[in-house]
């Protein structure tokens, strides 16, 4: 593994360059604020008087309309949703990106799968922070920074790689470590978390617990304390120390249980449903799907998310985080790459 911090980068590559940053939702909000604030030349590239522009505009930021943002750029990070990014290259990246120019991606989806190839002239780089933009940007703010994974897919100009670990170290990436990978890995690792761990096998786990407990007569309010609100207070265990200090700070009776039931929920044949599904991403059947269903208008995504939020977990946690005044519900720390134009 080759990883760098501060002390093995430096801004210099993109000195006297211009940085279009196309999108201000999550990311994109983060990583033009904290280049800007690390003195690189940045442009916000928005729909004009939309709401991002407006937002952009009250951070301080120049603005343009994205075609204008694009001409006079030396960088142009992508930092929009993955489905429309092919739309938005074809129709404004391509005709009016200047010969030799940059061009950055936060995720390797659409130039690993093959939806955007862009032309020889140009470097293609991945700067992917691990962790949400309001999190990018509240530790830049602090003085830390979030890790990040940099990757090269094209080099034209020999100095494509020093261009990304400029960009890294402006968004404070360096500050906790850039991991050098490339396209594939990042983009496909990626997705089989998100699918099988973070969202789609936490969520799949947290409700069939909150099922089997409400079916066996227990009440649904204590079943959601049980099964999703305490699971955070496991997650910053494990995120702040690993199984070690998750084990450290719960019961005995909790890792005993843990110890001899967990393999029992999660075993070889949940494994081989996880192998199946990683084959799925890296023969590219799922990245073919997921863009079928969006060019179809995303019915059967609308239909699949409005029963997930149908669930009675929803109703039940709705009227328990109503009475939480602690709780942030504002999405703050929303996926970092669904941030929209």
């Given at each position: 593994m080759t990883m760098y911090f501060e002390k093995d980068a430096s801004l210099k590559p993109l000195q006297g360059q211009r940085v279009a940053v196309i999108g201000y939702g999550s990311q994109g909000r983060a990583h033009a604020l904290n280049m800007h604030d690390s003195g690189v030349?940045?442009?916000?590239?928005?729909?004009?008087?939309?709401?991002?522009?407006?937002?952009?505009?009250?951070?301080?930021?120049?603005?343009?309309?994205?075609?204008?943002?694009?001409?006079?750029?030396?960088?142009?990070?992508?930092?929009?949703?993955?489905?429309?990014?092919?739309?938005?290259?074809?129709?404004?990246?391509?005709?009016?990106?200047?010969?030799?120019?940059?061009?950055?991606?936060?995720?390797?989806?659409?130039?690993h799968f093959g939806q955007i190839t862009p032309p020889a002239h140009m470097d293609v780089i991945l700067v992917a922070p691990k962790g949400p933009g309001a999190l990018v940007r509240r530790q830049y703010q602090a003085g830390s920074g979030v890790p990040c994974l940099m990757a090269v897919a094209q080099d034209a100009s020999g100095r494509a790689e020093a261009i990304a670990l400029a960009y890294a170290h402006a968004i404070g990436g360096t500050r906790a470590g850039v991991i050098?990978?490339?396209?594939?890995?990042?983009?496909?690792?990626?997705?089989?978390?998100?699918?099988?761990?973070?969202?789609?096998?936490?969520?799949?786990?947290?409700?069939?617990?909150?099922e089997t407990l409400v079916e066996a007569g227990y009440q649904p309010e204590v079943a959601y304390f049980e099964c999703l609100h305490e699971l955070k207070l496991i997650?910053?265990?494990?995120?702040?120390?690993?199984?070690?200090?998750?084990?450290?700070?719960?019961?005995?009776?909790?890792?005993?249980?843990?110890?001899?039931?967990?393999?029992?929920?999660?075993?070889?044949?949940?494994?081989?449903?996880?192998?199946?599904?990683?084959?799925?991403?890296?023969?590219?059947?799922?990245?073919?799907?997921?863009?079928?269903?969006y060019q179809?208008?995303?019915?059967?995504?609308?239909?699949?998310?409005?029963?997930?939020?149908?669930?009675?977990?929803?109703a039940v946690g709705s009227q328990l985080r109503a009475r939480m005044s602690w709780l942030d519900t504002g999405g703050a720390e929303s996926d970092p790459k669904s941030c929209a134009a």
């Amino acid at each position: 593994m080759t990883m760098y911090f501060e002390k093995d980068a430096s801004l210099k590559p993109l000195q006297g360059q211009r940085v279009a940053v196309i999108g201000y939702g999550s990311q994109g909000r983060a990583h033009a604020l904290n280049m800007h604030d690390s003195g690189v030349d940045v442009v916000v590239g928005v729909r004009t008087n939309g709401p991002s522009w407006q937002q952009a505009r009250e951070d301080g930021l120049p603005v343009a309309e994205p075609a204008e943002a694009v001409k006079g750029a030396d960088v142009i990070a992508m930092l929009i949703p993955d489905m429309p990014q092919p739309e938005v290259f074809d129709a404004v990246v391509q005709p009016n990106a200047k010969q030799g120019s940059t061009l950055l991606f936060a995720h390797g989806f659409n130039v690993h799968f093959g939806q955007i190839t862009p032309p020889a002239h140009m470097d293609v780089i991945l700067v992917a922070p691990k962790g949400p933009g309001a999190l990018v940007r509240r530790q830049y703010q602090a003085g830390s920074g979030v890790p990040c994974l940099m990757a090269v897919a094209q080099d034209a100009s020999g100095r494509a790689e020093a261009i990304a670990l400029a960009y890294a170290h402006a968004i404070g990436g360096t500050r906790a470590g850039v991991i050098s990978t490339n396209f594939a890995e990042e983009t496909e690792t990626d997705l089989f978390g998100e699918q099988a761990v973070l969202c789609g096998g936490a969520t799949e786990l947290v409700v069939k617990g909150f099922e089997t407990l409400v079916e066996a007569g227990y009440q649904p309010e204590v079943a959601y304390f049980e099964c999703l609100h305490e699971l955070k207070l496991i997650v910053d265990l494990l995120y702040e120390g690993g199984l070690a200090k998750m084990h450290q700070f719960v019961s005995d009776t909790a890792q005993y249980g843990d110890l001899t039931r967990g393999p029992r929920v999660v075993d070889q044949d949940t494994k081989q449903r996880m192998k199946d599904i990683l084959g799925e991403i890296t023969d590219g059947s799922f990245a073919r799907e997921w863009v079928q269903e969006y060019q179809r208008g995303n019915t059967e995504f609308h239909r699949l998310r409005q029963q997930d939020m149908a669930h009675p977990i929803e109703a039940v946690g709705s009227q328990l985080r109503a009475r939480m005044s602690w709780l942030d519900t504002g999405g703050a720390e929303s996926d970092p790459k669904s941030c929209a134009a």
